[in-house]
Each structure stands twice: as C-alpha cells, then as structure tokens.
C-alpha cells in the first residue's frame, strides 16, 4: 500500500511534441544536403560576401514557400534555379548602384594551409572571381555549375530550366571567353 501522495508510477512527462510534418522533413533534408552548394553557387554566381547568407537564407525560404509545389526530389534542381534568379536580380541592383565585390569571397571559411599556400589559394579564388565577372550571367551560372561544381549538362539543363542544346551553348561560350581571358592573363595552372 502506498501513501496518498506518493505513486510508483512516474511523474507525467510534458506532451508529446507533434511530429514534424512531410514539409518540414523534406526542408530539413534540403537544407543540411543542399546549404553549402546554395551558398556557394550565390558566391560564385556574383552575389557579394555580405550578401551570400542572406540570398541563401532567401532561396531557402522561398523553398519552404513552395514546398508542395516541388515535386520530392527536386529541391535542389529549385534551388539552384532560384539561386541564379536571386544571383541575377543582386547583380543588376549591384549595377545600379555601383557595389563592388570584395577581393576573397572565401575569407570566412578556415583551412589548414601554411600563410603561403593560403596566400596563394587566395590569389587563386581573386582571379577566378576576376574571370567570371568578365562572363554573361547566363553563361556564368552554367560554367560555374559545371566546371566548379561537377554538375552534368542535363542536371544543368533541368536545375535551370533551359533546354540542353541551350545549356550546352552557353558553357561552350563561356569556357571560350574564359580560355581567352586566362590565356590574356597568362594562367597556366588550374584556379579552384
């Protein structure tokens, strides 16, 4: 027999926290494979430094908003795809107000290297960054995709939502712009 305030039963926990719904997994899942590549194909699309996390934090959001529009599987073919729009409206504002971007776009993420292999990485990234800004932001947001980013031409073709022929055209340019300017600049080695 027990006393009248005491039980052998546990004390009750507080409620059960409603489960996550298919919407809120389906960002989550997004958002921890596809962050880093959003964040990285802003940068290199030609958002500034300052403003990368926020279009990132924005192209998330606006997955969130239309999630169940999104056909499962598709979420990072819609994000990159509004990565480049978000790219593409920073850049014309950047235009229009005369902003220019900052000299090492990776300066936030550590690494390892001694000073003088930092040092040179950096000088790597700066006339990379140099190179892409001389390309047409069409041209740009595939040969980023492809080259940086290891992405095949269709996957290019379906993220962005332009036929392949024409995916395939604006990488062909750009990679001759590219050659043409780093041949100018007498770039031998490999950029990052």
Known sequence: MTDAGTSDEAPPGPPDAPAPSPSDVRLARALESHFALVWRSLRRFGVAEADVDDAAQLAFMT??????SVAPGSERAFLIGTAARLAANHRRKQARHGEVLEADPDQRHGSAENPEEA?????????????LELLPHEQRTVFVLFELEGFSLPEIAENLAVP?????????????????????????????
């Not at 997955?63 to 169940?68: N, T």
């Not at 055209?169 to 950029?191: G, K, P």
Request: glycine fraction near 4%; charged fraction near 25%; charge should be positive.
């Open 63 to 68: 997955l969130a908003s239309r999630i169940a």
């Open 119 to 131: 040092m040179q990485s950096k000088q790597r990234r700066a006339l990379l960054d140099q190179g």
């Open 164 to 192: 392949l022929g024409t995916a395939t055209s604006r990488l062909r340019r750009a990679r001759a712009r590219f050659a043409a300017w780093a041949s100018a600049q007498h770039i031998d080695e490999e950029l990052p």
